[in-house]
């Protein structure tokens, strides 16, 4: 009986600390996409860490997404752990899915939005201080992530890179909702609301 106790107070323990819901094999990326600000996991090794642990068991997983982005090396790192699971991964955008959290939105498996989400994509922010040398160095990487995130975005959706640079750059925020995002093809559904309210 001890040993059914601790193994379910792990799994509980794992549902909390990860935002993990291991019935319906769920994963809630909520809030930013950004490194630990205080010592111990940051939310994305969290979600990081879930996604592989779902992987290790058959059948879908969901990843459901709200937030206002991040840094553009968590958004990569957590693209590529998406992209190269063996299970299927269904993204949900709900709420705002922004700046860094559009590219994890669009590279699902199998892409929805709530009805009343919004995407809204632009170009990334760079804070380069210290020797000339050091900041035309982060300059350059500047414009490759910026690079990528275009040509990782023409992968998922009906644009192509040139046109996702053009976009942000004219409209510095391109906001699009649930009817707008479906159509661009960053999902390729809208969830309807309830009718059984």
Same mark, same amino acid.
């Given at each position: 009986?001890?040993?059914?106790?601790?193994?379910?107070? %792990? $799994?509980?323990?794992?549902?909390?600390?990860?935002?993990?819901?291991?019935? &319906?094999?769920?994963?809630?990326?909520?809030?930013?996409?950004?490194?630990?600000? =205080?010592?111990?996991?940051?939310?994305?090794? &969290?979600? /990081? &860490?879930?996604?592989?642990?779902? %992987?290790?068991?058959?059948? !879908?997983?969901?990843?459901? $997404? +709200?937030? !206002?982005?991040?840094?553009?090396?968590?958004?990569?790192?957590?693209? %590529?752990? *998406?992209?190269?699971?063996?299970?299927?991964?269904?993204? $949900?955008?709900?709420?705002? $899915?922004?700046?860094?959290?559009?590219? *994890?939105?669009?590279?699902?498996?199998?892409?929805?939005? =709530?009805? +009343?989400?919004?995407?809204?994509?632009?170009?990334?922010?760079?804070?380069?201080?210290? !020797?000339?040398?050091?900041? %035309?160095? #982060?300059?350059?990487?500047?414009?490759?992530? +910026?690079?990528?995130?275009?040509?990782?975005?023409?992968?998922?959706?009906?644009?192509? #890179?040139?046109?996702?640079?053009?976009?942000?750059?004219?409209? #510095?925020?391109?906001?699009? +909702?649930? &009817?707008?995002?479906?159509?661009?093809?960053?999902?390729?559904?809208?969830?309807?609301?309830? /009718?059984?309210?």
């Amino acid at each position: 009986m001890a040993g059914v106790t601790e193994k379910f107070v %792990d $799994i509980v323990k794992l549902a909390l600390d990860y935002g993990v819901d291991l019935s &319906k094999r769920r994963v809630f990326l909520h809030g930013d996409l950004e490194g630990a600000d =205080t010592p111990g996991e940051s939310h994305i090794e &969290k979600v /990081t &860490k879930a996604l592989l642990l779902l %992987d290790s068991t058959e059948g !879908p997983i969901e990843l459901w $997404i +709200n937030s !206002p982005g991040g840094y553009m090396v968590e958004m990569f790192g957590l693209y %590529d752990i *998406i992209t190269t699971r063996q299970n299927k991964i269904v993204t $949900i955008g709900f709420g705002e $899915i922004a700046s860094a959290a559009g590219l *994890i939105l669009a590279c699902g498996d199998e892409r929805k939005v =709530t009805e +009343n989400a919004f995407f809204m994509a632009h170009e990334s922010a760079s804070e380069v201080m210290g !020797p000339k040398s050091l900041v %035309d160095a #982060k300059m350059v990487q500047w414009e490759r992530e +910026n690079n990528q995130w275009a040509i990782l975005m023409s992968r998922h959706t009906k644009h192509t #890179k040139a046109w996702w640079i053009k976009s942000w750059k004219e409209k #510095k925020e391109m906001w699009l +909702n649930s &009817k707008e995002m479906l159509r661009h093809g960053l999902v390729d559904s809208v969830i309807p609301r309830s /009718t059984q309210r």
